[in-house]
């Protein structure tokens, strides 16, 4: 194991011992990757055909996105794809996860696909086998085409429709090369963000609107996973993906503290993962969840469950939770990482690596539960300068390898993952928060797009090819 950089912010670390980890430590089939995503990478918001998505719409209100930023451009990715693959290849990466813009495939969400958009998506998987790198391609990274958000978005139940006919396009187009497959991207952030807190594209705030998101979700993402299996050809492997935190009590020793926490769980990390598992929703820990009854129809709890070939869990932090009259119907609040004093990255969450640990504890404690993934895991800090073409991020680092010795603990403990994606490859567009939190291996100057290594990627470039 390579040792740990020197000057780390202080309390780094959780206060139990790092993992010692050696790529050798997970034998010759683990898949190792980086992540990115449509949005906030591509750029070409309006080229070659493809339609407004939500987030092209969202970020245009004013007071949406700091510095009013926009992912218009982003990284460019769109046209700079080559050369971005070209030092993927070179910092000898083996895995690239990525997403498909639906409104680049179907400008309006439904009808006939664009020629232009498939044509592109086309090229990208061609770029990423002739390189030697294995595309990882997921269908639903949050931008949903403007049209069908003016037909009720995700709260329409015409969503399991036009959704299973967009999969239908890409899998025809892409699937004799693309052998795994996500449906969806954290189902839980972009209903719960989206339809009601308001903070992410489409920015509502409606209890009503989020219930009828998250049961046509849940659905979309089991009848999507159908669609796949039916046209794709073996040995193609079928997975979702979850956000997911450790959720523990502010006080353990008060009951209604752990009530709240087991409440806060069963929102954030169970919602939508156990009724694929054929489970149902978690209505005896979150009796709200009643709610949906509203929404179901005949059919819809088998309908829900689908048998997944893995799922990708995505860990950045814990959260610690404390009970609240204030919050209704969940009676919890989150108490941040800055009132704890516990250390904390760019976006001020908690640097705690073995959160990654106990969520793969978690959800492979399912008694059907299939392999698992980390498909996103990683940490925004600033950079630190330390010569021309030169930076030094021993915080990202540090934290990358404390999280992959937790992904090793996990396997000792003999838990089925099978694989660990950095996110992100290069900085790009973090959504509500614009361009300032930095989570790349890879800096990108969005003025000029010139691309640096940062420390932390050359460590996990000769780490994943066992030369560090």
Known sequence: MPELPADLPPAFFPPTTPVAVSRADFGPDFHWGVSAAAYQTEGAWNADGKGPSIWDEFVRRKGRIPRAETGDVACDFYHRWPQDLDLLKQLRIPDFRF???????????TGRPNPAGLDYYDRLVDGCLTRGITP???????????????RGGWANRDMLGWFTDYAGHVAARLGDRVQHWMVLNEPMAFVGAGHLLGLHAPGRRSPAGFLAAVHHAALAQAEGG??????LPAPARIGTTFSCSYITPWRPWLSRDVRAARRVDALLNRLFVEPALGLGYPVAELPVLRWLDRYKRAGDEERLAFDFDFLG????????????ALMPALWAALVGARRRGVPITQLGWEVYPESLYEMLRQFSAYPNAPRLVVTENGAAFADEPVAPGQLTDPA????????????????RAGIAVDGYFAWSFT?????AEGYEPRFGL?????????????GSGQWYSD????TE
Do not use: C, M
């Open 442 to 454: 890879v800096k990108v100057d969005f003025a000029s797009q010139q691309r640096t290594v940062r």
């Open 427 to 431: 900085d790009n567009f973090e959504w």
């Open 226 to 231: 159908r669609a796949l299996r039916a046209l």
């Open 99 to 109: 997403s498909v813009a639906w409104p680049r495939v179907q400008p309006q969400g």
């Open 136 to 150: 990882w391609l997921t269908l639903y990274h949050w931008d949903l085409p403007a049209a069908l958000q003016r």
């Open 396 to 411: 990202r680092q540090a934290f990358l390898q404390a999280s992959i010795g937790q992904v090793l603990r996990a396997r």
């Open 463 to 466: 780490f994943v090819s066992g």
């Open 313 to 324: 869990i995505q860990n950045y932090t814990r959260e610690v939770v404390r009970h609240s």
